[in-house]
């Protein structure tokens, strides 16, 4: 009974480990942190706040021209308001409110499974963890460049805030925020 015991730890473990890696096939090209940025619009019922956050580290995978996994790592601190509302906003969004960057100045995407629909579109699922909290999101990508020591490709996708772990505001700010990643990588 033991040896059962045990072996079915191992097996749930290796399961694990596996349903959690990265697939690691092909190119590994790494972030562009200079060229990166994910650019999010949070709206509320009197307009909408344009911003964007850089990357601090990523790498991907390719296989054959096309990707097959990635990991990134979100620099939370580098936060920018691009309208008018500028600094006060920033300041609100870093605080324990929004994103509380003294606490948690990085946020992750892990990719999980790239499906492509066409040569140049592909949805991406994967993981984000912002704040201690993972939820899976759900890219739609399109693959703008993709050669053996250069990549670059733009991704959507519409995040639940609130799921994110970002309820400041529930009522008064829309819930869903919209988020575009420009993601450039190389050799």
Not at 8 to 14: D, E, I, K, N, Q
Not at 143 to 170: E, P, V, W
């Amino acid at each position: 009974m033991k040896r059962i015991v045990v072996a079915a730890s191992m097996l749930v473990s290796t399961i694990g480990m596996f349903s959690f890696t990265t697939k690691t096939g092909g190119d590994v090209l790494t972030a562009d942190v200079a060229k990166s940025k994910v650019e999010f619009v949070g709206s509320k019922s009197e307009g909408y706040h344009p911003g964007f956050f850089l990357l601090k580290s990523g790498e991907i995978s390719v296989e054959n021209g096309k990707l097959t996994g990635g990991k990134f790592t979100i620099d939370l601190s580098s936060l920018k308001i691009t309208d008018d509302a500028g600094a006060k906003l920033e300041g609100h969004l870093k605080s324990p409110d929004f994103f509380d960057v003294a606490k948690n100045s990085e946020a992750t995407y892990v990719i999980s499974n790239v499906t492509y629909t066409s040569d140049n579109k592909a949805t991406i699922e994967g993981s984000l963890t912002l704040k201690g909290v993972t939820s899976p999101v759900k890219l739609m990508a399109n693959i703008r460049n993709s050669k053996m020591d250069k990549f670059f490709a733009d991704a959507s996708f519409s995040l639940d805030r609130i799921a994110a772990g970002l309820g400041y505001g529930k009522g008064m700010i829309a819930d869903d925020v919209l988020v575009t990643v420009h993601l450039f990588a190389k050799k």
